[in-house]
């Protein structure tokens, strides 16, 4: 999911972010209303997280241009303005949520996994493993499973092609510094942490099997 987050606060917009991104979610900033409209003709969002209150341009204002422009993007307002009236006009104009400051950023995050995340056939399983490659998590027993930035690149593509031989080089390449040695290192983490087997086809590369 791509999301476009408006916020001019910059510790709040870093701290949301780094946040969603840890969620899976491919996240643009704007600091200022006028950076929305670049942004947006340059790429598709899924999804709108905008505060209202930032400079030259607010946040009703700017989701008010891209409604009309015809933009059907759904949308979620993060300000501190708590009265009936600002929440009224935020719906009026077309947001789909509303989240009062200061907030929980796993609120944010429950919010758009029941309302905009579907769960679709593409989730990825392996015994007791869950895995979706569109948001990168995974969990083993009900429980979410964090890995490095080097195991997750090598476990993904590991599991997107399950039944696959993956080559060596195309692993080697998530490494920092790429070599055989360093590639059974990681694999062999892999494997203890996550209980699972990856097989060697010699000469050839990696692969889980699924059967």
């Known amino acids: ?49 905008l505060d209202v209150n930032v400079p030259e341009v607010n946040g009703f204002d700017v ?6 422009a015809g933009d059907e993007t759904p949308a979620i307002y993060i300000t501190a303005l708590t009265d009936i009236t ?30 905009y995340q579907e769960e679709d056939d593409t989730l990825l399983y392996l015994n007791d ?13 009900g429980q979410t499973i964090g890995l490095g930035e080097v195991q997750q690149n090598i ?21 920092e510094q790429p070599s055989a040695n360093a590639l059974r290192v990681n694999l062999a983490k892999l494997k203890n942490k996550l209980g699972i087997e990856i097989k060697n086809i010699r000469g050839q590369g990696y692969m889980i099997e699924n059967i």
């Open 129 to 141: 493993i869950c895995y979706n490659p569109i948001t990168r998590t995974l969990q083993k027993d």
């Open 63 to 68: 989701l008010a241009s891209l409604k009309e």
């Open 155 to 175: 476990f993904h593509e590991l599991m997107v092609q399950q039944n696959k031989i993956v080559d060596s080089y195309t692993l080697m390449d998530f490494l």
């Open 1 to 49: 999911m791509k999301i476009l987050l408006l916020e001019d606060d910059q510790i709040l917009c870093d701290s949301l972010r780094e946040f969603l991104e840890l969620e899976g979610y491919c996240v643009d900033v704007a600091h200022r209303g006028p950076e929305v409209f670049d942004l947006t003709f340059k790429k598709k969002y899924d999804l709108y997280i």
């Open 86 to 115: 600002s929440i009224s006009k935020g719906f009026e104009i077309g947001a789909e949520d509303y989240i009062k400051k200061p907030f929980n950023p796993e609120e944010l995050v429950i919010r758009i996994k029941s309302k």
